[in-house]
């Protein structure tokens, strides 16, 4: 994309361990363990990581320039 924006810049495991955390979060709110204002917020964040977990790129790591993948050898940023 331009700029740089939306470029990749989530790992694969980064990825997998959204994933896993957001279906923990899932888990949880279906077995009754979390409820009210928490599940709500928690709810939140896991929806988050599963959309990050999916695209692969993270909004609050293209605001503070970070990034868990590892440059493919002869490629900048």
């Not at 923990?24 to 599963?50: D, E, K, M, N, P």
């Amino acid at each position: 994309m331009i700029g740089g924006y939306m470029t990749k810049n989530v790992s694969g495991l980064d990825r997998s361990l959204r994933f896993l955390i957001a279906i923990g979060i899932g888990l949880l709110w279906y077995r009754g363990t979390i409820s009210g204002t928490l599940a709500i917020v928690l709810g939140v964040v896991a929806v988050v990581f599963l959309m990050t977990s999916f695209i692969g790129w993270c909004p609050l790591y293209t605001a503070f320039h970070l990034s868990t993948r590892k440059d493919a050898p002869g490629t900048a940023h």
